[in-house]
């Protein structure tokens, strides 16, 4: 599907970059982001604060086991040059088979102060998200190898922003 870009008439209110910003302080790294109309994204875990996930696949998602009974992971998600209006869909897909382990109508809504934050000149996840996974237990994904990606659209669907990266599923509970 092709999404048309509808650029001239959108004025963006993303704070200005920050002047000297460098991957790993907080900006976006646009080498590890798809790029539509100058739009990147940063894909990170983590419950409680921002945690980075390595380009090279050596990161580590944790799953949790939630109060209601299911599992999770956390993501997080950076985005520029994108208006702080946006739907995010993270994915998990096993690596091993090819089943994704996670359901697209999951596609969350998040605005300023609705679940995102300024951040060094982007706009940022409030706080973790819970990426849930269609499963029922744990040790059938434990230490599995799998694409976890984010898809930052602006509501309008003209722009978009998505990241990937390889992660380990691991349970660190005995």
Do not use: K
């Not at 599992?71 to 950076?78: C, D, K, P, Q």
């Not at 969350?108 to 973790?128: H, I, M, Q, Y």
């Not at 434990?142 to 659209?153: G, L, M, P």
Request: hydrophobic share 40%; proline share 6%; charged share 20%.
């Amino acid at each position: 599907m092709v999404l048309p870009v509808v650029m001239a008439a959108c004025g963006s209110t993303v704070p200005a970059p920050v002047d000297g910003a460098a991957p790993g302080d907080g900006s976006v790294d646009a080498a590890t982001s798809d790029v539509s109309g100058g739009a990147r994204a940063v894909l990170a875990t983590g419950g409680s604060m921002w945690t980075d996930l390595a380009t090279d696949g050596s990161g580590r998602a944790e799953i949790v086991h939630g109060p209601q009974g299911g599992y999770h992971i956390f993501g997080r998600v950076r985005f520029e040059a994108l208006p702080p209006d946006v739907y995010v869909l993270f994915r998990v897909t096993r690596l091993s088979d090819g089943r994704v382990l996670t359901d697209d109508a999951d596609r969350l809504r998040r605005a300023d102060g609705r679940g995102l934050v300024p951040s060094n000149g982007a706009w940022e996840s409030a706080s973790g998200e819970l990426v849930i996974l269609q499963i029922t237990d744990p040790a059938t994904v434990t230490n599995a190898r799998v694409r976890f990606e984010v898809t930052v659209t602006d509501v309008v669907g003209a722009r978009m922003a998505s990241d990937q990266r390889t992660v380990t599923l691991v349970d660190d509970v005995p």
